[in-house]
């Protein structure tokens, strides 16, 4: 079994910190959102970050 580089630790951390950074940018902007046609698709974008982030911890 291979060790995981500390190149592979700083680019999960650099993926982490970048789709961490989507969702409050997400958040914010449906926070500020008053369209319900626009809050759902920011809604589901959400939704997409958030599976997005998901997927990249299940492979750590």
């Known amino acids: ?3 995981p580089s ?3 630790f700083t ?3 650099s ?3 970048k789709v961490d950074q989507e969702i409050a ?3 914010t902007a449906i ?3 008053k369209v319900p046609d ?3 698709e920011l809604a589901v974008a959400l939704q997409n970050a958030l599976i997005q ?3 990249c911890e299940t492979h750590n």
């Open 53 to 55: 982030k998901r997927r």
């Open 38 to 40: 626009r809050l759902t």
């Open 25 to 27: 940018s997400l958040l």
């Open 11 to 13: 680019h999960n951390a």
């Open 15 to 17: 993926v982490d910190q």
């Open 31 to 33: 926070e500020q959102e």
């Open 1 to 3: 079994m291979t060790r």
């Open 6 to 8: 500390q190149r592979d």
